[in-house]
């Protein structure tokens, strides 16, 4: 297993772009199994969850042809071969239920295995699961597996009683090809869900509402093959925006739209920075140490789960104390052990952690334990002083494309080192 070895300490400055974002590209992919005509994606992220969603879709009989080098990908169902997304592909990636919508949608049948719980917490798919069965699937639960089948399904009211984003993203993929209107009340209004919907109205589909709480379709017989290109990952432009800003530099992320970040950005400005925001670009100057900064994670608009930890990075770094409350999921401190390795002092109570800021961290050996955790624990290295190894990172390697090399481009002392190397 790789490992990441980081001398910290340097000030990072320049311009990275952003890549694709994968909770867009991830149920776009999926979408791919509501037509049989070729569906071309462009700015696709080169990533293991991206390939884990490729092959499930091949597992499913979709024909796919990628040049990740362009960030291309050609894809093609013209008829499923098998409706079973299994454990085996389901229990590295939560999102292959993903499948469910699609393929309830134009066979009336499908079949996934339960994810189970997560680092992060238990996630259960109960909103996904209630919400099919209002659009007339009947599900049922056998051997760990979920069977849903449905003759047609049909239009109806679902009301959330969460804004669930991948729930509401399986209910929209559903409902573009069920008989008549599909109203979706207390929808999530993610970014990710707007280009999922801009997705299906390339392949014809008729969706109104999207990035609000409520999403109106009106189904339609079937769909058509797209050209359709993704957009930029909010959660990565974040990330680089907070290593510029605890390194004491100037970063500018290209290939995002600020709006999408706007809850960060006011963070990171109360927290002493200055923000340039353009059209589809992001600039962040340090003005020194960063001042202590409460956040409370939140759905869309408000401050992203995704970005918890890496935030609490920047405020390990903080003048003053922050508190940080969690209110997404139930489990994502597991950071905080790691980041207290390098000195950070941070006590957990209950859904909130307290951060007293400290003028210096020092390198550690750290362990890496989900996606976003990782990223906080590379940041936490590019302002500790000496070295910092992190362990376990496939688990970056599952959202963040080519992390190493934008950040070395930034001026970060940062490599991969193959486990070989290093007991
Ligand atoms: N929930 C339920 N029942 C459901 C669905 C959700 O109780 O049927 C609960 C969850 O357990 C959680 C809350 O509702 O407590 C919100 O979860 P949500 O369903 O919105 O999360 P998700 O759709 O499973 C997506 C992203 C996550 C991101 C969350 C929140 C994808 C593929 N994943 O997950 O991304 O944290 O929304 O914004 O889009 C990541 O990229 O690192 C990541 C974990």
Redesign the pocket.
């Known amino acids: 297993m790789d490992k990441i070895r980081i001398q910290g300490g340097k000030i990072l400055n320049g311009n990275v772009e952003v890549s694709g974002a994968?909770?867009a590209a991830?149920p776009i992919l999926m979408a791919t199994l509501l037509t049989d005509q070729e569906c071309i994606l462009g700015r696709v992220p080169d990533l293991q969850d991206i390939r884990t969603t490729i092959k499930v879709l091949n597992h499913l009989g979709t024909e796919t042809t990628s040049d990740f080098s362009a960030h291309t990908l050609k894809l093609r169902a013209p008829e499923v071969k098998c409706f079973e997304a299994p454990y085996d592909l389901v229990r590295t990636m939560?999102?292959s239920v993903l499948v469910l919508g699609p393929l309830l949608a134009r066979y009336g049948k499908a079949k996934v295995s339960l994810p189970g719980g997560c680092a992060?917490?238990?996630?259960?798919?109960?909103?996904?699961l209630l919400g099919l069965e209002r659009l007339g699937a009947k599900i049922e639960l056998e051997g760990g597996y979920v069977i849903a089948s449905a003759q047609k399904l049909r239009g109806n009211r679902v009301a959330f009683e969460?804004p669930?984003?991948?729930?509401t993203e399986n209910l929209m993929m559903a409902a573009v090809l069920a008989e008549g209107e599909t109203l979706l009340e207390n929808c999530?209004k993610?970014p990710?869900i707007v280009d999922l919907a801009r997705m299906l109205r390339s392949m014809g589909a008729q969706i109104e509402g999207e990035g609000t709480e409520l999403i109106t379709i009106q189904g339609k017989k079937s769909l058509h093959g797209c050209n359709y290109q993704i957009v930029g990952d909010r959660?990565e432009a974040s990330t680089y925006l907070a290593a510029g800003f605890l390194t004491g530099g100037n970063v500018r992320v290209d290939g995002v739209d600020p709006e999408t970040i706007e809850a960060v950005l006011g963070k990171f400005e109360e927290a002493g920075a200055t923000i340039i925001r353009e059209a589809h670009s992001v600039g962040l100057r340090s003005n020194g140490r960063p001042k202590a900064t409460n956040i409370t994670t939140l759905p869309f608009p408000g401050f992203?789960?995704?970005m918890q930890a890496q935030f609490m990075t920047v405020m390990a770094m903080a003048e003053g104390a922050s508190l940080i409350t969690e209110t997404?999921?139930?489990n994502r401190f597991m950071h905080v052990s790691e980041l207290v390795r390098l000195g950070a002092d941070i006590t957990i109570r209950g859904h909130s952690a307290m951060v007293h800021g400290q003028k210096t961290l020092k390198g550690a050996p750290l362990m890496a334990t989900d996606?976003?955790a990782s990223a906080s624990l590379v940041l936490g290295g590019l302002c500790a002083q000496g070295e910092t190894w992190v362990s376990r990172v496939y688990h970056l390697d599952r959202?963040y494309e080519n992390m190493e090399s934008k950040l070395q481009k930034l001026g970060a002392v940062i490599e991969r080192v193959p486990s070989t190397e290093r007991s």
Request: a neutral charge; glycine letters at 6%.
């Open positions: 994968k909770n991830l939560r999102a992060i917490g238990a996630r259960p798919i109960n909103y996904h969460f669930s984003v991948t729930a999530a993610e990710e959660i992203p789960t995704d997404i999921f139930e996606l976003r959202g």
